[in-house]
């Protein structure tokens, strides 16, 4: 489903007794299983140490020790962090030896990792969502 398809809200002009014809696209199949999955996901993204990691895997794969000495965080808390993760499916791990080396676990979640930097390192002034006709929805470039 791309954005385009997903329901606008109404404008503050509509009343709540429009008719069909009125309506700016059809009704969206909304995946609730898949709605709470990618919220989990983008829980699990929230947090900025978390995302440290992935910016890191981003790159290559790297184990547990290389993740603690770049971040410069201890093993418990970076191993903690980094179960979490896996448990959500963002990224997976191999062992080699004694060693284990995590890596995202697909491009998805890459993507996501860089638009949200790309995004939060914008540079433009923040725009009232409100006054969208979008409603906010809308992909920019």
Known sequence: MTLSQLPHPADDHDSADCS???HRGGAAAIDTAAC????AIFRALGDPQRLRILVMLEDSER???ELCHALQDNMPAISQRLRLLKAERIVRSRRDGKHIYYALADNH???LVTNGL????????????????DGGLAATA
């Open 20 to 22: 069909a014809h009125e």
């Open 36 to 39: 709470e999955r990618a919220a």
């Open 63 to 65: 184990c547990v020790s």
């Open 109 to 111: 979640i890459a993507r």
């Open 118 to 133: 790309l995004h939060a390192l914008e540079h433009s002034a923040p725009h009232d969502v409100s006054a969208a006709s």
